[in-house]
């Protein structure tokens, strides 16, 4: 049972259109989180919701936008992608201001 | 503007021996410090943490220590296994909060 699981794993879109990653925890965590991790390798927090309401939202293009359908959920959309929106984005929970886990990534390559 | 520094982008070391992974941060209001190992292809695992009220903690083989004057903390393994090969990421918060500012991480390579 993973515990952290997020589609796709890999995404390929062309520049313009608009694509959902899906992200879903089993561990009854009450928080949930998008990081980006860019070319550099760094990994940077995007959005982070705590039992489905929004607490942090770096800066980050409007045109990211997660939805938290419940506390076990967490999907990112994004609009009108960009070449430089490709990277690795992760999701990840936790209770509370514990240490987070980690979904497995989604790479995105937009062409 | 990196808050929070891995200098050295790789690591070697003999199975058996010792590693030690630093991480430097310039943000004085860090209070909590995480340490994640991550394989290709799949998330970053949680391995240790400390707080600011701390200087040490241990976990199995694994030891991260804190100073704080020097802003400065470090992940040592005792004994590096084959298996501890993976890139090592520190993080760190501000108010024990959940806005974890990441490093570049540190690939550990240990050879057998």
């Known amino acids: 049972d993973t515990a952290v699981s997020q589609t796709p794993k890999y995404l390929v879109t062309q520049m313009g259109n608009d694509k959902s990653i899906k992200c879903e925890q089993n561990l009854g965590h009450d928080t949930m989180y998008w990081y980006k991790q860019d070319s550099k390798k760094f990994l940077k927090i995007m959005f982070s919701?705590?039992?489905?309401?929004?607490?942090i939202n770096e800066t980050v293009p409007n045109r990211f936008s997660p939805k938290s359908p419940d506390k076990a959920h967490l999907n990112l959309h994004i609009n009108s992608l960009e070449l430089g929106d490709s990277a690795v984005y992760f999701c990840?929970?936790?209770?509370?201001?514990?240490?987070?886990?980690f979904g497995q990534g989604t790479r995105l390559t937009v062409v | 503007d990196q808050q929070v520094k891995q200098n050295s982008p790789s690591l070697s070391v003999q199975e058996g021996r010792i590693s030690i992974l630093n991480c430097d941060y310039t943000?004085?209001?860090?209070?909590?410090f995480l340490w994640y190992k991550k394989y290709p292809a799949e998330g970053p695992t949680f391995l240790i943490s400390?707080?600011?009220?701390?200087d040490k903690n241990e976990d199995g083989r694994f030891t991260v220590f804190l100073n704080k004057s020097a802003k400065h903390l470090s992940l040592h393994i005792v004994p590096s296994q084959p298996g501890d090969s993976a890139v090592y990421f520190c993080a760190a918060s501000e108010n024990y909060g959940q806005n974890f500012v990441f490093g570049p991480g540190t690939r550990l390579s240990v050879l057998p």
């Open positions: 919701y705590n039992n489905k309401e929004l607490i």
């Open positions: 400390i707080s600011s009220i701390k």
């Open positions: 990840a929970s936790s209770r509370g201001r514990a240490e987070a886990f």
């Open positions: 943000n004085s209001m860090f209070d909590y």
